[in-house]
C-alpha cells in the first residue's frame, strides 16, 4: 500500500474516529505515520470529539500537539456544568483559551437591568397580564473566575484563594475524609456526559464518578460539587415536535428571588405530576414535554428542581399562536411543602417564553441565554 498516491491514503485514514486506530495506522510504515500525522486528521477530531473551533490565526502549535497534549488530559472537562451550592446551584463553563494554552473555569451571575417588574400579576377575574412583554427582561451576565489551568505547567490557580498548585496531586478520587481541590479523574467523552435530568441529585449528595469538584477555599474543607450539563441543540426540523425548539439555557424571573437559569428539555414519556388547583387529578405520562429545571434556585424550590413544564397545546383558533397547558412547581422556604399547581405556557418567539402561575395570580418571563 505504500506505493498508492498520499491523498488516497490520507482520504482512507479520514475514516478513522479513534485516535488509537490513528496509533495503529502510524506503526504500520514510515509513509502512515506521516499520514497518521496529518494535521488535518487532527483538526477534524478536534472539533468532532470536543467541538473545538476557532480562527486559525490564534493558533500557537499543531492540531496534533492541541488533541494529544491538552485535550487528551483536559478535554474531558470543557463544558457546561451546574454546581450543588445549597439551594442556589450555579451555572459554570469551563472553556480552552487556545491563545495561551489555558484552561479557565467561570461562574455566570445574571441580573435584571430592567426598571421593570420582572413578574406581573393578574386579578382574579384576568386569565392573566397582558402588559408582561420583554421589556420586563433585561438579563446582564457576568462571569466570575473560579480556576485557570496551565495545561504546559500543568498548574492550577484556584482565584477565590489565590492558591497555585504546582503539581497534579489536585487530580484524585473523591474521599469525604479528605481535604480536596480536584476533578473526577473518571473519563468523560463528551457523547457521555450525563443530563442534569439524569443528575437530580439530593443537597446532600456526595459527588459521583463523572463529577467535578473543588473546595470552595483551598485552606478548609468545605466543598462545592459541580455536575456535568449535556445541552441539547434546539431542534427546528419538520420532523420535529414543536417544543423541540425550546431546548437549551434559559432565564427567567422569580419574583423576589430575582433571576435564575434553568435547562429547557423536550422530554419524552414525562410523567406529570397531580396539580393541587384541578387539571391534574392522578399521575399521568405525556409522550412530549417541555420540561424546565433549575441550574440556579432559590430557598424556595432550589437547583434540580423542576420549575414548570409544558405538557398539552390547548385548542385555538388557527390564526391564534400556540399555546400550552402546564405544571409549575411552588414550595415553602426550606423546600417545604412542595407541590405543583397549574400554569399556562405561551411562547412569544423562538426564544421567550411566558408563564402563568395560576394559583400565585402571577407570569413570569423567560428568555433564552445569548452569553
Known sequence: MDKLPYELLFSIATHLDSPKDLCSLSQVSSLFLSISRDDRIWKRLCYQLYNIKFPLNEMKQSFYDLFTKILVPYGRYLGYWKSNEKYFGGLINVYLNISD??????????????????????????DEDDEADESFLKPVYTKIKLFTIDCQSHQILCHQCNVLHSELSWIKNFDSNQQYF??????????????????????????????????????????????????????????????????????????????????????????????????????????????????????????????????????????????????????????????????????????????????????????????
Open 182 to 371: 480536584g476533578l473526577s479523574q473518571e473519563a468523560l467523552p463528551i457523547n457521555e456526559r450525563s443530563s442534569l435530568v439524569e443528575h437530580d441529585h439530593n443537597l446532600m449528595d456526595s459527588p459521583e464518578v463523572r463529577d467535578i469538584y473543588f473546595t470552595r477555599n483551598c485552606s478548609n474543607d468545605s466543598s462545592i460539587v459541580y455536575h456535568p450539563l449535556s445541552i441539547p441543540q434546539p431542534r427546528t426540523g419538520d420532523n420535529n415536535h414543536p417544543l423541540a425548539r425550546f431546548n437549551g439555557l434559559w432565564v427567567g424571573s422569580y419574583g423576589g428571588h430575582g433571576l435564575e437559569l434553568l435547562y429547557f428539555e423536550l422530554y419524552h414519556d414525562f410523567t406529570c405530576p397531580i396539580t393541587i388547583d384541578g387539571t391534574s387529578k392522578d399521575v399521568e405520562i405525556v409522550p412530549n414535554a417541555l420540561v424546565a429545571r433549575k441550574i440556579s434556585g432559590d430557598p424556595n424550590v432550589p437547583h434540580s428542581k423542576i420549575s414548570f413544564a409544558a405538557t398539552h397545546a390547548i385548542e385555538a383558533d388557527s390564526d391564534s399562536p400556540i399555546c400550552y397547558e402546564g405544571i409549575g412547581q411552588i414550595a415553602h422556604t426550606g423546600y417545604i411543602d412542595a407541590k405543583f399547581i397549574r400554569t399556562k405556557i405561551m411562547p412569544i418567539s423562538e426564544d421567550v417564553l411566558k408563564v402563568t402561575w395560576y394559583a400565585l395570580h402571577h407570569t413570569s418571563l423567560f428568555k433564552r441565554c445569548l452569553f
Open 101 to 126: 494554552g489555558t484552561i479557565t473555569g467561570e461562574k455566570f451571575k445574571v441580573l435584571n437591568a430592567s426598571l421593570g417588574a420582572p413578574q406581573l400579576f393578574f386579578d382574579d377575574d384576568d
